[in-house]
């Protein structure tokens, strides 16, 4: 990656996101995850990217967002941009983060719900 740098964010739940996964904006391949690891003090994922150089205007308030390609895809992470004027650079945090969708726990809460509508129902 040309003149590129590191960036991270903290997740609650990354689900099956894996090292080398693609970080996106618009769409648009703009890095790869370097690193993945565990806050033992915060119980939480710690995601670090790394971001082309040609990518330098991320703004500080940029949100990311682990999704899925498809229904049952590989995972990666999406960026969203804000509108602040000062931009992210080596070693800095996104603050804002949505986890990964956990499609076997949306399943469990789902079955959970429809078992207490159906003894509601009796």
Known sequence: MLNGYK?????DN??????KAAVTMAGV???RVSD????????????????D????TLPTDTSATILTAGLLGEQYVG??????EEYLKEGDTI???????VLEK???????????????SK
């Open 36 to 51: 993945i690891t565990f806050d033992t003090g915060k119980y939480q994922a710690v995601v670090t990217m790394d971001v």
């Open 95 to 101: 603050r804002l983060t949505q986890s990964a969708i």
């Open 53 to 56: 150089g040609r990518y330098k």
């Open 29 to 31: 391949r703009i890095g």
């Open 106 to 120: 949306l399943i469990g809460q789902f079955v959970t719900s429809f078992a207490a509508g159906e003894s509601k």
């Open 7 to 11: 960036i991270k964010a903290r997740f």
């Open 79 to 84: 960026l969203e941009p804000g509108a602040e």
């Open 14 to 19: 990354i689900g099956g996101l894996k090292v």
